[in-house]
């Protein structure tokens, strides 16, 4: 793994009553206090909650690769659309918990495996795999911000283990490119491919 869990924040025992409403409080109440109380807070509150976040993350193996077979459902001719699948989304939901608490290149990690997932795929223009793989275009920016921040933040402790990410990614989308001009496709990746391009870490 290319990054550090943080400095162990100090922790204390959370209020008895407190503690009540945490394990009883539906998500969406829980979301909307959390994002007001980091909107209000300094910036040192944020920095703490997501320290707290990679913590956990590094705590129960988030930034394993999992297994990305049958991610997409293939077409059942050559010609016809593919889909994706509801393994996706978990996985996708993975990516986008370790990007959003700066892990960017642990995410990186698993996209790469997801884009060369879609090699030897077809899609329709304006169908559901389309938009999903627009989605997962948008993810790879993202990932590349919080990866740079990564560094920005001296939380890399090999880098080259996060160039060899970097690769990995690279060359996936690459394939993906040259094996979307074998049928005349729509290249899903092209802010990624412009993103990785002038990028060297």
């Known amino acids: 793994m290319t990054s550090t869990g943080d400095a162990r924040p100090v922790l204390g025992h959370v209020n008895l009553m407190v503690d009540t409403f945490i394990a009883n409080a539906n ?19 944020a920095s703490a909650f997501t320290a707290a976040a990679r913590q956990r993350l590094v705590r129960v193996k988030a930034t394993d690769i999992p297994d990305t077979t049958d ?3 293939p077409g059942s ?8 699948t509801e393994k996706l989304d978990g996985i996708l939901v993975r990516i986008r918990t370790l990007y959003g608490s700066g892990m960017g290149f642990a995410s990186l990690k698993i996209l790469a495996r997801v884009v060369s997932a879609t090699v030897g795929l077809r899609w329709e ?14 993810d790879i920016s993202q990932a590349i911000q919080s990866a740079k921040e990564e560094i920005d933040n001296n939380r ?8 060899e990410v970097v690769l990995e990614l690279r060359t996936a989308v690459n394939d993906s490119q040259m094996d979307v ?6 290249f899903p990746f092209e802010r990624a491919a412009a993103s990785l391009e002038y990028w060297r870490v």
Not at 29 to 35: G, Q, T
């Open 125 to 138: 223009e304006d169908g559901a795999m389309e938009d999903t793989l627009a989605n997962i275009d948008a």
């Open 181 to 186: 001009k074998k049928w005349d496709g729509a």
């Open 77 to 84: 001719t050559d010609n016809s659309a593919s889909a994706p």
């Open 156 to 163: 890399v402790t090999d880098l080259q283990e996060a160039r």
């Open 71 to 73: 991610i997409f459902v």
């Open 27 to 45: 998500l969406e109440d829980l979301r909307a206090i959390v994002r007001g109380l980091l909107a209000t807070s300094p910036p040192s509150v």
